[in-house]
């Protein structure tokens, strides 16, 4: 993936785990030093390294590290870096969902080799939606739970998150989250 993705990973352990515990992290991942430039793009096996050595040394299973990961990337790292983006994208969370594809889109200029996930929103009831992902890879599956649940935070929405079902593809992944939203006030 580009080196946006492991410059914010990186940024995310200096910012609350501190320098020693990325040089220990760098270390086990044995990935090349220049492996964080932020507009080129690497194979995946560096950044599912980088991934694999964090959360070996926070003691995290793979899937608690992405979505710690989703969870910084949705608070703190886009908000920092995307934030005219993220606030074009959206304001409220359905909205937000529905428009993914083209935020992706629109900085897919500068990103020109990328492989963004896609989106798609369908309603169910008024209270109940299914959020459809569909990657070109597998195992990011919490990587979206946890920017889910920063969204959660940023619309001050408290929407209860499930995965209702996953399909493996020959290339990637569908996952079909149920979003539960509470019910509108006077129901
Ligand atoms: C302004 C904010 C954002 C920017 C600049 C951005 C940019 C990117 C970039 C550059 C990649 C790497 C793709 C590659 O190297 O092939 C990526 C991947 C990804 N993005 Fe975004 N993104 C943003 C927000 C979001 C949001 C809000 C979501 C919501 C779920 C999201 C979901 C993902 C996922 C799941 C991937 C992993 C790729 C995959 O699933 O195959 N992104 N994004």
Redesign the pocket.
């Known amino acids: 993936?580009?080196g946006?993705?492991h410059k914010a990973l990186e940024s995310m352990v200096l910012s609350h785990h501190g320098e020693g515990t990325w040089k220990k992290i760098l270390a086990t991942s044995e990935v090349e030093s220049d492996s964080f430039l932020t507009m080129r793009?690497y194979h995946d096996e560096v950044t599912f390294a980088l991934v694999g050595a964090a959360s070996q040394h926070l003691n995290l299973s793979t899937a608690e590290c992405l979505e710690a990961f989703g969870e910084y990337w949705?608070m703190e790292f886009?908000p920092k870096n995307?934030n005219m983006?993220?606030k074009s994208t959206g304001r409220e969370p359905i909205e937000f969902l529905g428009n993914?594809d083209d935020?992706?889109d629109h900085?897919s200029s500068a990103?020109t080799e990328?492989?963004?996930?896609s989106?798609a929103v369908e309603e169910i009831s008024e209270t109940v939606y299914l959020l459809h992902y569909r990657?070109?890879?597998k195992g990011?599956e919490s990587?979206?739970v946890g920017?889910l649940k920063g969204l959660k935070k940023r619309f001050e929405t408290d929407i209860e998150i499930e995965v209702e079902s996953r399909e493996q593809l020959e290339n990637g992944e569908h996952v079909i989250f149920q979003l539960k939203f509470p019910r509108l006030a006077g129901d």
């Not at 990328?114 to 996930?117: A, D, H, Q, T, V």
């Open positions: 993936m580009y946006l993705i793009s949705l886009a995307y983006l993220l993914l935020l992706h900085i990103f990328f492989r963004p996930p989106f990657s070109s890879r990011l990587f979206v920017i």
